[in-house]
């Protein structure tokens, strides 16, 4: 059984699912007893969709609220108007604002209502990363608290995610998220009107998303299938079976995508009406986030039809439009990582603090020290050893780190090229000289360049530091791995046979296929081609370093001539 709380901002949620999921038009009950006029007015201009006179009031409920409660009601209420407005940047202001005292509340109910209003800021700014996160952020904690409403609306954020980010994950994503909303409906009994209408409006959105994801593949049958689910959409809402008209103001959305599924299949007259509706309902309601598409359609449309100044004059306001959304959508993405910043600042602030804390414990201390003292002397001694100790150690340490990177390579901490031929010259005599086998394994990554040519040599960095860490636990304590240049990298292994070094190439290898990629890189996995030389004891005395570290790169390029992701031993019976 539902507390009066937690009713409430069931159906403020059903009330805030504005541009996202549902929007229900009820009588509010209040948390407390107090301030009940201004909650029946807050909901009375949600009702009627006056984000504009909203504002101030819901703005001017959350300074004066004491009460938790209230203010995640006055939050939530203060951010559908910032987002029906499309101020994302105040959204985001609000957030930094707000959010840490709703955090408080002790109810995980209402902590949900008002991270929904994250994800819906997160969903219309177009940061992906963070929806996501904060999604599964969503979704975890309604399943750990039992909340099967709240995990919809999670699996729900997913989908949205999947759709614009991981398209190939979309199909389950919605797949999962409708059996999860069809469950609820089917196992919750006694349901409210108010979560009756939120499960409704969700597996609405679900259908709409999968008609959006149909569009826009290059494919005829998918294109029907995505008009078949819009039209169908479409006409629920305009005959109004299931109260959408009240619950379900992204309709807008519906329209212009169906439009433009018209379009699509020729059917240019069905495009511009459905098109010409969107626009309506988007200057009814001052949403602009989707208006694009339909002056896209009815550009393109016109145009097709040979009617190029209505074409023109479509076009220019869909450059307008796309300008606004690309402003604002902006505007909101610097408030966010401004707010970022912020937080940033603000831990460095405390850190600092403590450090000063700290500091001021230490002269304390200090000080009740020397007055305990009693000989100048004795103390100036000490305080002398004291300097002399922590300049001898920051020499000692400072030698250390330039001795440290005079040898290794600043990216990846392996041997760089010089400490490498160095030390392969060393351990070769050195082999040589107690008749032990030492063999030396060169590879280099597959298709590197091609990560670097899509993503830029910051991803690719990123890639050759993971390449050096994921093989470091494969190699013994007198092994040593050296980056020669570029991508390739080599690995000595002094008083080991090419057999051994193969076992211990493979064991690379593998660690490196076992890299975790991700999804919009331009390979399915990483992975390295290698070749190895050896020593065997008692042969070759002539045979320099330089050459044996040649005849494993011949080796390397015989395993990427041979099909990559491959290891290959240098023959020195066929050279």
């Not at 040593?480 to 057999?499: D, N, V, Y």
Request: hydrophobic share 40%; glycine share 4%; net charge neutral.
């Amino acid at each position: 059984m539902l507390k009066n709380g937690e009713k409430f901002f069931i159906r403020l949620t059903a009330k805030t699912m504005v541009l996202a999921a549902a929007f229900v038009c009820v009588q509010t009950i209040a948390v407390a007893n107090d301030n009940v006029s201004v909650k029946h007015e807050i909901s009375r201009l949600l009702d009627d969709g006056k984000f504009q006179d909203l504002e101030p009031i819901a703005r001017k409920f959350l300074h004066d609220s004491e009460n938790l409660y209230d203010k995640t009601f006055a939050f939530i209420a203060l951010n559908v108007s910032l987002l029906s407005q499309n101020d994302f940047a105040g959204s985001f202001a609000l957030i930094e604002r707000v959010l840490p005292l709703i955090e408080k509340v002790d109810n995980p109910s209402f902590q949900l209502a008002a991270k929904y209003q994250v994800s819906l800021s997160y969903r219309f700014t177009g940061l992906s990363g963070e929806r996501r996160d904060h999604a599964n952020d969503l979704l975890e904690q309604a399943e750990t608290a039992n909340l099967p409403l709240w995990a919809c609306l999670g699996k729900l954020e997913l989908a949205y995610y999947y759709l614009e980010a991981a398209p190939q994950k979309f199909s389950d994503a919605v797949q999962t998220g409708r059996d999860r909303c069809e469950t609820v409906v089917r196992e919750k009994k006694q349901k409210t009107n108010n979560e009756e209408k939120i499960l409704t409006a969700a597996l609405y959105d679900f259908r709409f998303l999968e008609g959006k994801f149909l569009l826009f593949r290059e494919n005829k049958n998918d294109l029907l299938k995505a008009k078949t689910i819009l039209k169908s959409l479409n006409d629920e809402y305009d005959s109004d079976e299931k109260q959408l008209k009240r619950i379900y103001p992204i309709t807008p959305l519906t329209k212009s995508l169906l439009a433009e599924s018209y379009r699509r299949l020729g059917k240019l007259d069905n495009a511009i009406r459905f098109a010409n509706d969107a626009l309506k309902y988007t200057k009814e309601n001052g949403i602009m986030l989707h208006a694009a598409r339909a002056y896209e359609t009815l550009y393109l449309s016109k145009k097709e039809q040979g009617d190029m100044a209505a074409a023109l004059e479509y076009h220019e306001k869909l450059l307008r439009t796309r300008h606004h959304v690309t402003d604002t959508k902006t505007a909101g993405k610097i408030a966010f990582y401004q707010m970022l910043y912020r937080s940033a600042e603000k831990d460095r602030e405390i850190a600092d603090l403590s450090r000063e804390n700290r500091i001021l414990a230490l002269e304390q201390q200090i000080n009740r020290q020397q007055t305990r003292l009693t000989l100048v002397v004795t103390t100036l001694a000490l305080v002398l050893l004291l300097i002399l100790a922590v300049l001898v150690l920051r020499l000692r340490r400072e030698r250390a780190s330039f001795a440290h990177r005079a040898r290794h390579d600043g990216l990846t901490g392996a041997a760089n090229h010089q400490h490498f031929m160095a030390a392969t010259e060393r351990a070769l005599a050195h082999c040589r000289q107690v008749d032990k086998p030492l063999s030396i394994i060169v590879f280099d990554l597959d298709h590197f360049k091609r990560i670097n040519d899509a993503h830029g040599h910051g991803v690719g960095d990123d890639v050759l530091r993971a390449v050096a860490e994921a093989c470091r636990p494969v190699l013994r304590t007198d092994d040593l791995l050296g980056r020669l240049g570029g991508e390739e990298f080599a690995i000595l292994l002094p008083g080991s046979t090419p057999e051994d070094a193969a076992d211990i190439a493979e064991r690379c290898r593998e660690a490196i296929t076992e890299i975790p990629v991700a999804a919009d890189l331009p390979v399915d996995a990483l992975s390295a081609s290698f070749g190895i030389a050896g020593l065997a004891t008692q042969e070759e005395t002539n045979l320099r370093h330089s050459e044996l570290i040649a005849r494993a790169d011949q080796a390397l390029y015989a395993a990427k001539n041979a099909g990559r992701n491959r290891i290959d031993l240098y023959d020195t019976a066929a050279a």
